[in-house]
């Protein structure tokens, strides 16, 4: 357990460095360059010191979540980009950036640090082209092996014809065993299965009933949505795209990630009645979210389309209705603007916070219902306990973040730890729960549509009192929004599946140099090695399943 | 003997006449049930005439077992549709079933991107004959919002052929029971698409630059292997 608290004591605690200037003195010398972004102070490095960056704000100053690592190409160098923050305290972050020359693009690996930069550095290689040395697999990701060039580089030709194969994959752990008299057995999981929430593709290699290697195998839904943010202008044409990364129904958190970041990029102060807006229609995004996960897990675990699927479907039908009357559409809402949202609650409003409290008076039956077939079930219980554990310093290793990170006792939410929006403003809860192991982190997404219905019931109350004439939608936005060349920032939201954040450079156009999206779900799915390798197989499908992955997201 | 024979066809209504003719006829009692509206329009014959391949068409349309395929943001709705409130049951097509060799309709709910593709295709061509697809959403038309996305099939026609275009982003589920019904009716009167599958091609490198991942895989390739070639230039 003392792994879990990097630093010894409260006295240790006091001493962090959290200023530019302490954590440039803790650095020293490894430090080439100093930059500003918006969220963070910018530290360049060395090409070759990574490892040893990265370690010491890990282990001497608390940074100890990766949260992401943003690769680009700019026009005389390449550039990657370690967000660095901590699980103790969001508000502390650090930017460490490493150019490479254009001509040999070599940084060192931070996988060994953090277990997270893995798929990051391979997502980096793969679409910007950047080779990270002492990396311990790096090879294509999201895109086809035979693919060629490196497509969000600058000078990649879209139009070339590319060719992919189907190949019969291999079994990585044939060799190993050719002498055993073949005692594993490989086993293709996808892309087209039922267990794997859309198309995701699981090697696996069994030994009797018991999982030996698993290697989750990504980029079947990969459809370039940095690429079509990068060629759309900020005001209105990249908010569509939010709610295709994770679809399933948490399309307004989404929005609110990119709203965010392209608020505080263009210093754009959002009005709070518009907020209150925002945070009631994102948390019952969250709860249609949730019924989802838990609903699918149940597929998963009981293997038919039982009660269990259809009272989750049945639930979020009705947020469904109360999102549709709200934005005018089931899933694909479109309903932020960068300054508030596009229109006001629905005339008539009394019917419409009926209809929420409708739902909101059914909640605690509906949950009660949930926790006798699902929580409360004996098979249930002895399918999802101590199996698929995940304890808390390898989450944090992985920057596992939302409820995955929660099961596993982590305190972290960026709704509370990083506030945006009216969270702050209201009366809710962290929920935790210490179990680390499947059931914990259906038990996590249950309790929390409780908080999150609690959150609604306070905005409904504000909302219905909130004077007439005071009713601000949308602050004056101008309608070209141009950001001065050179303005970096990463900004992440507490999505339904974790922290998903955009980093966005802006480069005097009114469209973003880059824009790079934090996927919650890219790394949580990272965490399934480590939780199934040596489990039973159907055991693996129940951690796939509390995971609660969305391809869309994973892939992006 | 031989007087019934010149007058094959022609019955002595009074011979036939049983009790349960009666019953039917008449109606009332324990066996009113077989009064129905069908009764009195076939009359007394309890048989319906009809092609052996019309009927095998109602057939199919009337039972059809969908493929459990979920792609994209498209199959959540598609869940919804065969799920409490909208269940495509209701319509005879709402059984999915996980394996394709059990199933005669695959709605494709979602984005194809080039390394699904030969996935796709290959699920399809495990599907037995008869089968229909149902394309769902505008990514199965043309791309739909990722259309000029490196990495985007420009719609599922361009590897499986596509009965019925559902459009949408994504469609309602009331938009996807249209056109399942559509399908249905499509299906009963005998029509479907011509295949017509067009750039699946094995061992076509012809056209490519000669560089040396194309020899690599020239070099490699198997009979048995989907390779799928993608010239982006050309697509629609």
């Given at each position: 357990m003392s792994l879990e608290e990097p630093t010894p004591d409260d006295g240790a605690v006091e001493t962090l460095p959290t200023g530019a200037d302490e954590i440039a003195e803790l650095l020293g010398d490894l430090v080439i360059d100093t930059e500003t972004h918006v969220n963070a102070p910018g530290f360049v490095i060395r090409p070759d010191t990574v490892q040893e960056t990265l370690r010491r704000l890990r282990d001497e100053a608390g940074f100890d979540h990766l949260s992401c690592v943003t690769a680009e190409e700019r026009e005389d160098r390449y550039e990657s980009i370690y967000h660095l923050t901590s699980f103790d305290d969001r508000q502390r972050e650090v930017s460490v950036i490493v150019p490479t020359t254009k001509d040999d693009p070599v940084s060192e690996s931070a996988a060994p640090v953090f277990r997270t930069a893995d798929w990051h550095e391979r997502e980096a290689y793969d679409l910007v082209g950047i080779d990270y040395d002492d990396h311990p697999d790096l090879r294509r990701i999201l895109l086809p092996e035979t693919w060629q060039g490196h497509p969000l580089s600058q000078n990649y030709d879209q139009d070339r014809p590319q060719i992919v194969t189907l190949d019969e994959w291999e079994n990585p752990l044939a060799e190993d065993h050719r002498?055993?008299?073949?005692d594993t057995m490989y086993i293709n999981i996808g892309p087209h299965h039922p267990a794997t929430h859309g198309v995701l593709h699981v090697k696996t290699v069994l030994d009797g009933e018991q999982v030996a290697d698993v290697d989750p195998d990504i980029g079947y839904l990969h459809r370039c949505e940095e690429q079509m943010c990068q060629t759309k202008t900020y005001r209105h044409q990249i908010m569509p795209y939010p709610d295709r990364w994770d679809y399933a129904s948490s399309g307004l958190l989404n929005e609110w990630a990119y709203a965010r970041a392209a608020e505080d990029l263009n210093d754009i102060e959002v009005p709070e009645y518009a907020q209150i807006i925002r945070t009631m229609g994102s948390e019952l995004c969250r709860i249609a979210s949730h019924m989802l996960a838990v609903g699918t897990f149940a597929l998963d675990v009981y293997g038919d389309f039982t009660a269990i699927f259809m009272y989750a479907m049945r639930d979020r039908e009705k947020t469904q209705n109360i999102l549709e009357d709200l934005t005018g559409q089931r899933m694909m809402f479109n309903y932020f603007r960068l300054g508030g949202v596009v229109w006001d609650l629905p005339e008539p409003r009394d019917e419409f916070f009926e209809t929420v409290r409708d739902f909101l008076d059914d909640l605690p039956q509906a949950l009660e219902e949930y926790h006798d077939l699902i929580t409360g079930n004996e098979i249930l219980q002895s399918r999802t306990i101590d199996t698929g554990v995940l304890p808390p310093e390898v989450a944090k290793s992985y920057g596992a973040t939302g409820p995955v990170a929660r099961g596993s006792g982590i305190d972290y939410d960026l709704r509370r730890d990083d506030p945006y929006g009216y969270y702050d403003e209201l009366e809710w809860d962290v929920i935790t729960e210490d179990g680390c192991d499947n059931f914990s982190r259906l038990l996590v997404r249950l309790r929390e549509v409780e908080e999150s219905a609690k959150i609604i019931e306070q905005c409904a109350d504000l909302l219905e009192d909130w004077p007439e004439d005071e009713r601000e939608i949308q602050a004056n936005v101008p309608r070209t929004l141009k950001p001065d060349d050179d303005t970096e920032i990463y900004r992440a939201v507490e999505a339904a599946k974790g922290e998903l954040g955009i980093y966005i450079r802006g480069d005097g156009t009114d469209k973003p140099g880059r824009f790079k999206i934090r996927s919650p779900c890219f790394s949580n799915l990272q965490t399934l090695p480590e939780m199934s390798t040596g489990e039973y197989i159907p055991d693996m499908v129940a951690s796939l399943g509390s995971l609660d992955i969305v391809l869309g997201e994973v892939d992006r | 003997m031989s007087s019934e024979r010149d007058r094959p066809?022609?019955?002595?209504d009074t011979q036939v006449q049983t009790e349960t003719r009666d019953a039917r006829m008449t109606g009332g009692g324990a066996d009113n049930r077989f009064n129905s509206k069908l009764r009195e329009a076939f009359g007394s014959s309890p048989f319906i005439l009809t092609k052996f391949d019309q009927f095998m068409n109602w057939v199919r349309g009337s039972s059809m077992f969908m493929l459990q395929f979920g792609i994209a943001c498209c199959s959540i709705e598609m869940m919804h549709t065969y799920s409490v409130k909208h269940d495509l049951d209701r319509f005879a097509a709402g059984v999915p079933r996980a394996s394709p060799r059990q199933a005669d309709v695959i709605i494709v709910p979602g984005t194809i991107v080039s390394k699904f593709a030969p996935r796709m295709k290959r699920v399809y061509d495990q599907m037995p004959e008869p089968k229909f697809v149902v394309g769902m959403g505008s990514c199965t038309i043309?791309?739909?919002?990722?259309?000029?996305?490196?990495?985007?099939?420009?719609?599922a026609e361009e590897v499986i052929p596509v009965d019925i275009h559902v459009p949408g982003c994504p469609p309602r589920p009331e938009a996807l029971i249209y056109g399942v019904a559509k399908l249905q009716q499509r299906i009963a009167e005998g029509e479907s698409s011509p295949v017509t599958v067009k750039p699946y091609e094995l061992e076509q490198f012809d056209d490519l630059e000669q560089d040396e991942i194309v020899e690599k895989l020239a070099d490699q390739i198997d009979e048995d292997d989907l390779v799928m070639r993608y010239n982006w230039a050309d697509s629609p």
């Open positions: 002498e055993d008299e073949g | 066809f022609v019955t002595d043309s791309g739909g919002p990722f259309q000029e996305g490196y990495n985007v099939i420009k719609g």
